[in-house]
């Protein structure tokens, strides 16, 4: 049997992190979970993280980081009307394919205004500082325009909430969304454009 390194292990573990935290939230899942999805036991868990916050940080930043990438890459060589609806499709299809990480994504907007309320500013920081980067990926290829952005992201966040209160595809709510950010139904399976 080959050993996993502590990094290949860390990474199993903000994987398995990702899974269980968008189950069941922050104050629902315990680390003994995510040490047993991982197989390793819940002593080691806390040597390759400080603790729980740490584990539910390294999940949402990772869950970001790969909403961004998917942005980068989709708009890569494109700009203003034509990466907007590269980008926006490249989305929807990444929550329909993974939906972990629109459930994960909106357990660390709740665990944030938590944190917040108990006076935790620390762990804010780190998921804003994140968002910003995802900002910043949809920001340039729109021309630098604040409104164009705003106009993204806000839409954005109008599809993790259709998406995670389980509207179906062909409900009235979906009618106003940029044709390429339409959910199963209105798009082809695999349709790029």
Known sequence: M???SAE????????AAIDEFAQRGYYGTST????????VSQPYLFRLFPG???IFAAAALRCMEETRRVFEDAA??????????????AYVQLIQERPELLRMQMQAYVAV?????????????????????L??????????DLGETS????????????????????????EGMYPSARVTGRLEKGQCT
């Open 76 to 89: 890569e060589g494109l700009r203003g009307e034509e990466a907007l609806p590269v980008m926006a499709q």
């Open 151 to 174: 106009t993204f992201m806000a839409y954005g966040m109008l599809i993790n909430t259709l998406m995670a209160m389980g509207f179906p595809p062909e409900h009235q709510v979906w």
């Open 8 to 15: 290949e292990r860390r990474e199993s573990v903000v994987r």
């Open 52 to 54: 729980k916050k740490a």
């Open 113 to 133: 205004a938590a944190a917040e309320a108990e006076g935790d500013h620390e762990f804010g920081e780190a998921v804003r500082a994140g968002w910003m980067r």
């Open 32 to 39: 003994e979970a995510v040490a047993r999805r991982v197989g």
């Open 2 to 4: 080959v050993r996993m």
């Open 135 to 144: 900002w910043e990926t949809v920001h340039a290829p729109l021309g630098s």
